[in-house]
């Protein structure tokens, strides 16, 4: 293996640590992160040493699977449910699944990450007050 896969790799198993242990969601602040740690960060960064998102979420994956074996189906099936009713609600804005829920390397920190597609940000943050106010008018 050449010194810089062994690097790479290196770099995507600690971004992946640190997503796991830290809580880190992104998976470019987990490479920086993880790159100081085998180098100054100016050459790191240019991307010849960093690993690509597929390889983090790869180790990441590894790990879950070695850590929480038993409960990640359960916790992937009820995020999923979750963000199905999300995106039921959404419906309007085309919502679509991106991120770890849709990749299946979920922790307990998880969040669901649905891209929306509207004209403004004013069209969903209206249909959010709407439907808030729906909710509460329903309560009464």
């Given at each position: 293996m050449k010194r810089e896969d062994k690097v790479r790799?290196?770099?995507?198993?600690?971004?992946?640590?640190?997503?796991?242990?830290?809580?880190?969601?992104?998976?470019?602040?987990?490479?920086?992160k993880a790159a100081k740690h085998f180098g100054p960060?100016?050459?790191?960064?240019?991307?010849?040493?960093?690993?690509?998102?597929?390889?983090?979420?790869?180790?990441?994956?590894?790990?879950?699977?070695?850590?929480?074996?038993?409960?990640?189906?359960?916790?992937?099936?009820?995020?999923?449910?979750?963000?199905?009713?999300?995106?039921?609600?959404?419906?309007?804005?085309?919502?679509?699944?991106?991120?770890?829920?849709?990749?299946?390397?979920?922790?307990?920190?998880?969040?669901?990450?649905?891209?929306l597609f509207a004209e403004s940000t004013e069209n969903?943050?209206?249909?959010?007050?709407?439907?808030?106010?729906?909710?509460?008018?329903?309560?009464?």
């Amino acid at each position: 293996m050449k010194r810089e896969d062994k690097v790479r790799q290196m770099i995507a198993q600690e971004a992946a640590r640190l997503m796991y242990e830290e809580g880190i969601n992104e998976y470019r602040d987990a490479k920086r992160k993880a790159a100081k740690h085998f180098g100054p960060e100016k050459v790191l960064s240019l991307g010849s040493h960093l690993p690509s998102n597929a390889d983090i979420h790869e180790e990441l994956q590894r790990l879950i699977g070695i850590y929480e074996e038993k409960v990640l189906p359960e916790r992937l099936l009820r995020m999923r449910i979750l963000a199905l009713r999300y995106m039921e609600l959404l419906e309007p804005f085309s919502p679509y699944l991106v991120g770890s829920v849709l990749g299946g390397a979920v922790t307990e920190r998880s969040d669901i990450d649905l891209h929306l597609f509207a004209e403004s940000t004013e069209n969903v943050l209206s249909f959010s007050k709407l439907k808030k106010k729906t909710r509460t008018d329903n309560a009464l």
